[in-house]
């Protein structure tokens, strides 16, 4: 079989040490492979070729098809990733599209993935597999990157969709940041009404509010704040929050931290708090 020539540029040493892991170190199927790095025509190319093999042989293309996808879709991501972010988010500054495709990155390199994201990852390798099957069945001299430009549309608009949400995401975290130096700020205005405010964590969701002699916060203070009677007992989230903010205690100790389901709770706290906060699990 005529081997396939596959020109990586600058990564074609890294492509050489994978195509040799995967395809000959990995060879469960008893395959005969070998990988060579040659120079021709000006470019650093990558020679894969199977021994004993006719032209066109289709298990061939498929296994390399499949090796090379999975490699494009690591070494080729960022470049991507890059391109759509200056192409629909120009606008924005450097700084704030690198963080944006950070998100994306870490977005894609999941390993924890759920269900869900799982299949949309097997989709997109497959849509890579698939177009370099398409090609390597007519072409045996591949240029990655021009690969990558002119035959991944279908990949790359999959990868749109994750920047669109790392966008989506980047904002709700920028005002997530405004609003917490927002509450800071407010905090460093107050005057501490008390020394030290303990916060228990109970198993229904409430939280129940002592001082700093373990005293319960007294019902005459809650109604002097929000105008109703709480017993030292706070069942919403956000009215804890606005207590916590009121009171501006200089000191918190917040107590069963592990029966708190909204961790972004005590994240907050300990945001606009900061140095403040002691947590406890039990």
């Known amino acids: ?3 396939v020539r596959i020109a990586a540029g600058d990564g074609a040493g890294e492509l050489l040490a994978y195509l040799q892991k995967e395809l000959i170190n990995n060879d469960t199927a008893g395959e005969i492979f070998t990988v060579n790095q040659e120079q021709g025509d000006g470019l650093i190319a990558v ?6 093999k006719q032209h066109r042989n289709p298990a061939f293309v498929e296994q390399l098809s499949s090796v090379l996808a999975e490699y494009m879709m690591t070494a080729y991501e960022g470049l991507i990733l890059n391109r ?4 629909h988010y120009g606008y924005l500054k450097p700084g704030e599209r690198r963080d944006i495709i950070g998100i994306a990155q870490k977005k894609l390199q999941e390993k924890d993935q759920n269900f869900f994201d799982a299949v949309i990852r097997i989709r997109r390798r497959n849509i890579v597999t698939r177009r370099l099957a398409d090609f390597l069945n007519q072409s045996n001299h591949i240029i990655l990157e021009g690969f990558v430009t002119f035959r991944m549309q279908e990949y790359v608009k999959e990868l749109e969709e994750i920047v669109d949400w790392a966008v989506r995401q980047y904002l709700v975290e920028k005002e997530y940041q405004e609003f917490i130096k927002l509450l800071t700020y407010f905090v460093q205005m107050q005057k501490p009404k ?13 939280f129940s509010i002592y001082d700093e002699n373990m005293e319960r916060i007294s019902e005459q203070w809650f109604s002097e704040w929000s105008g109703e009677k709480h017993n030292g007992t706070i069942k919403e989230e956000d009215m804890l929050i606005s207590f916590l903010i009121s009171a501006a205690p200089k000191q918190i100790v917040v107590h069963n931290t592990s029966a708190i389901n909204n961790k972004e709770l005590l994240e907050t706290i300990m945001q606009v708090f900061s140095g403040r906060v002691t947590a406890f699990q039990d």
């Open 1 to 3: 079989m005529q081997p």
């Open 194 to 206: 008390f020394h030290c405010v303990h916060v228990i964590a109970e198993n229904d969701s409430s």
């Open 47 to 52: 020679e894969c070729k199977k021994k004993e």
């Open 84 to 87: 759509i972010a200056k192409k």
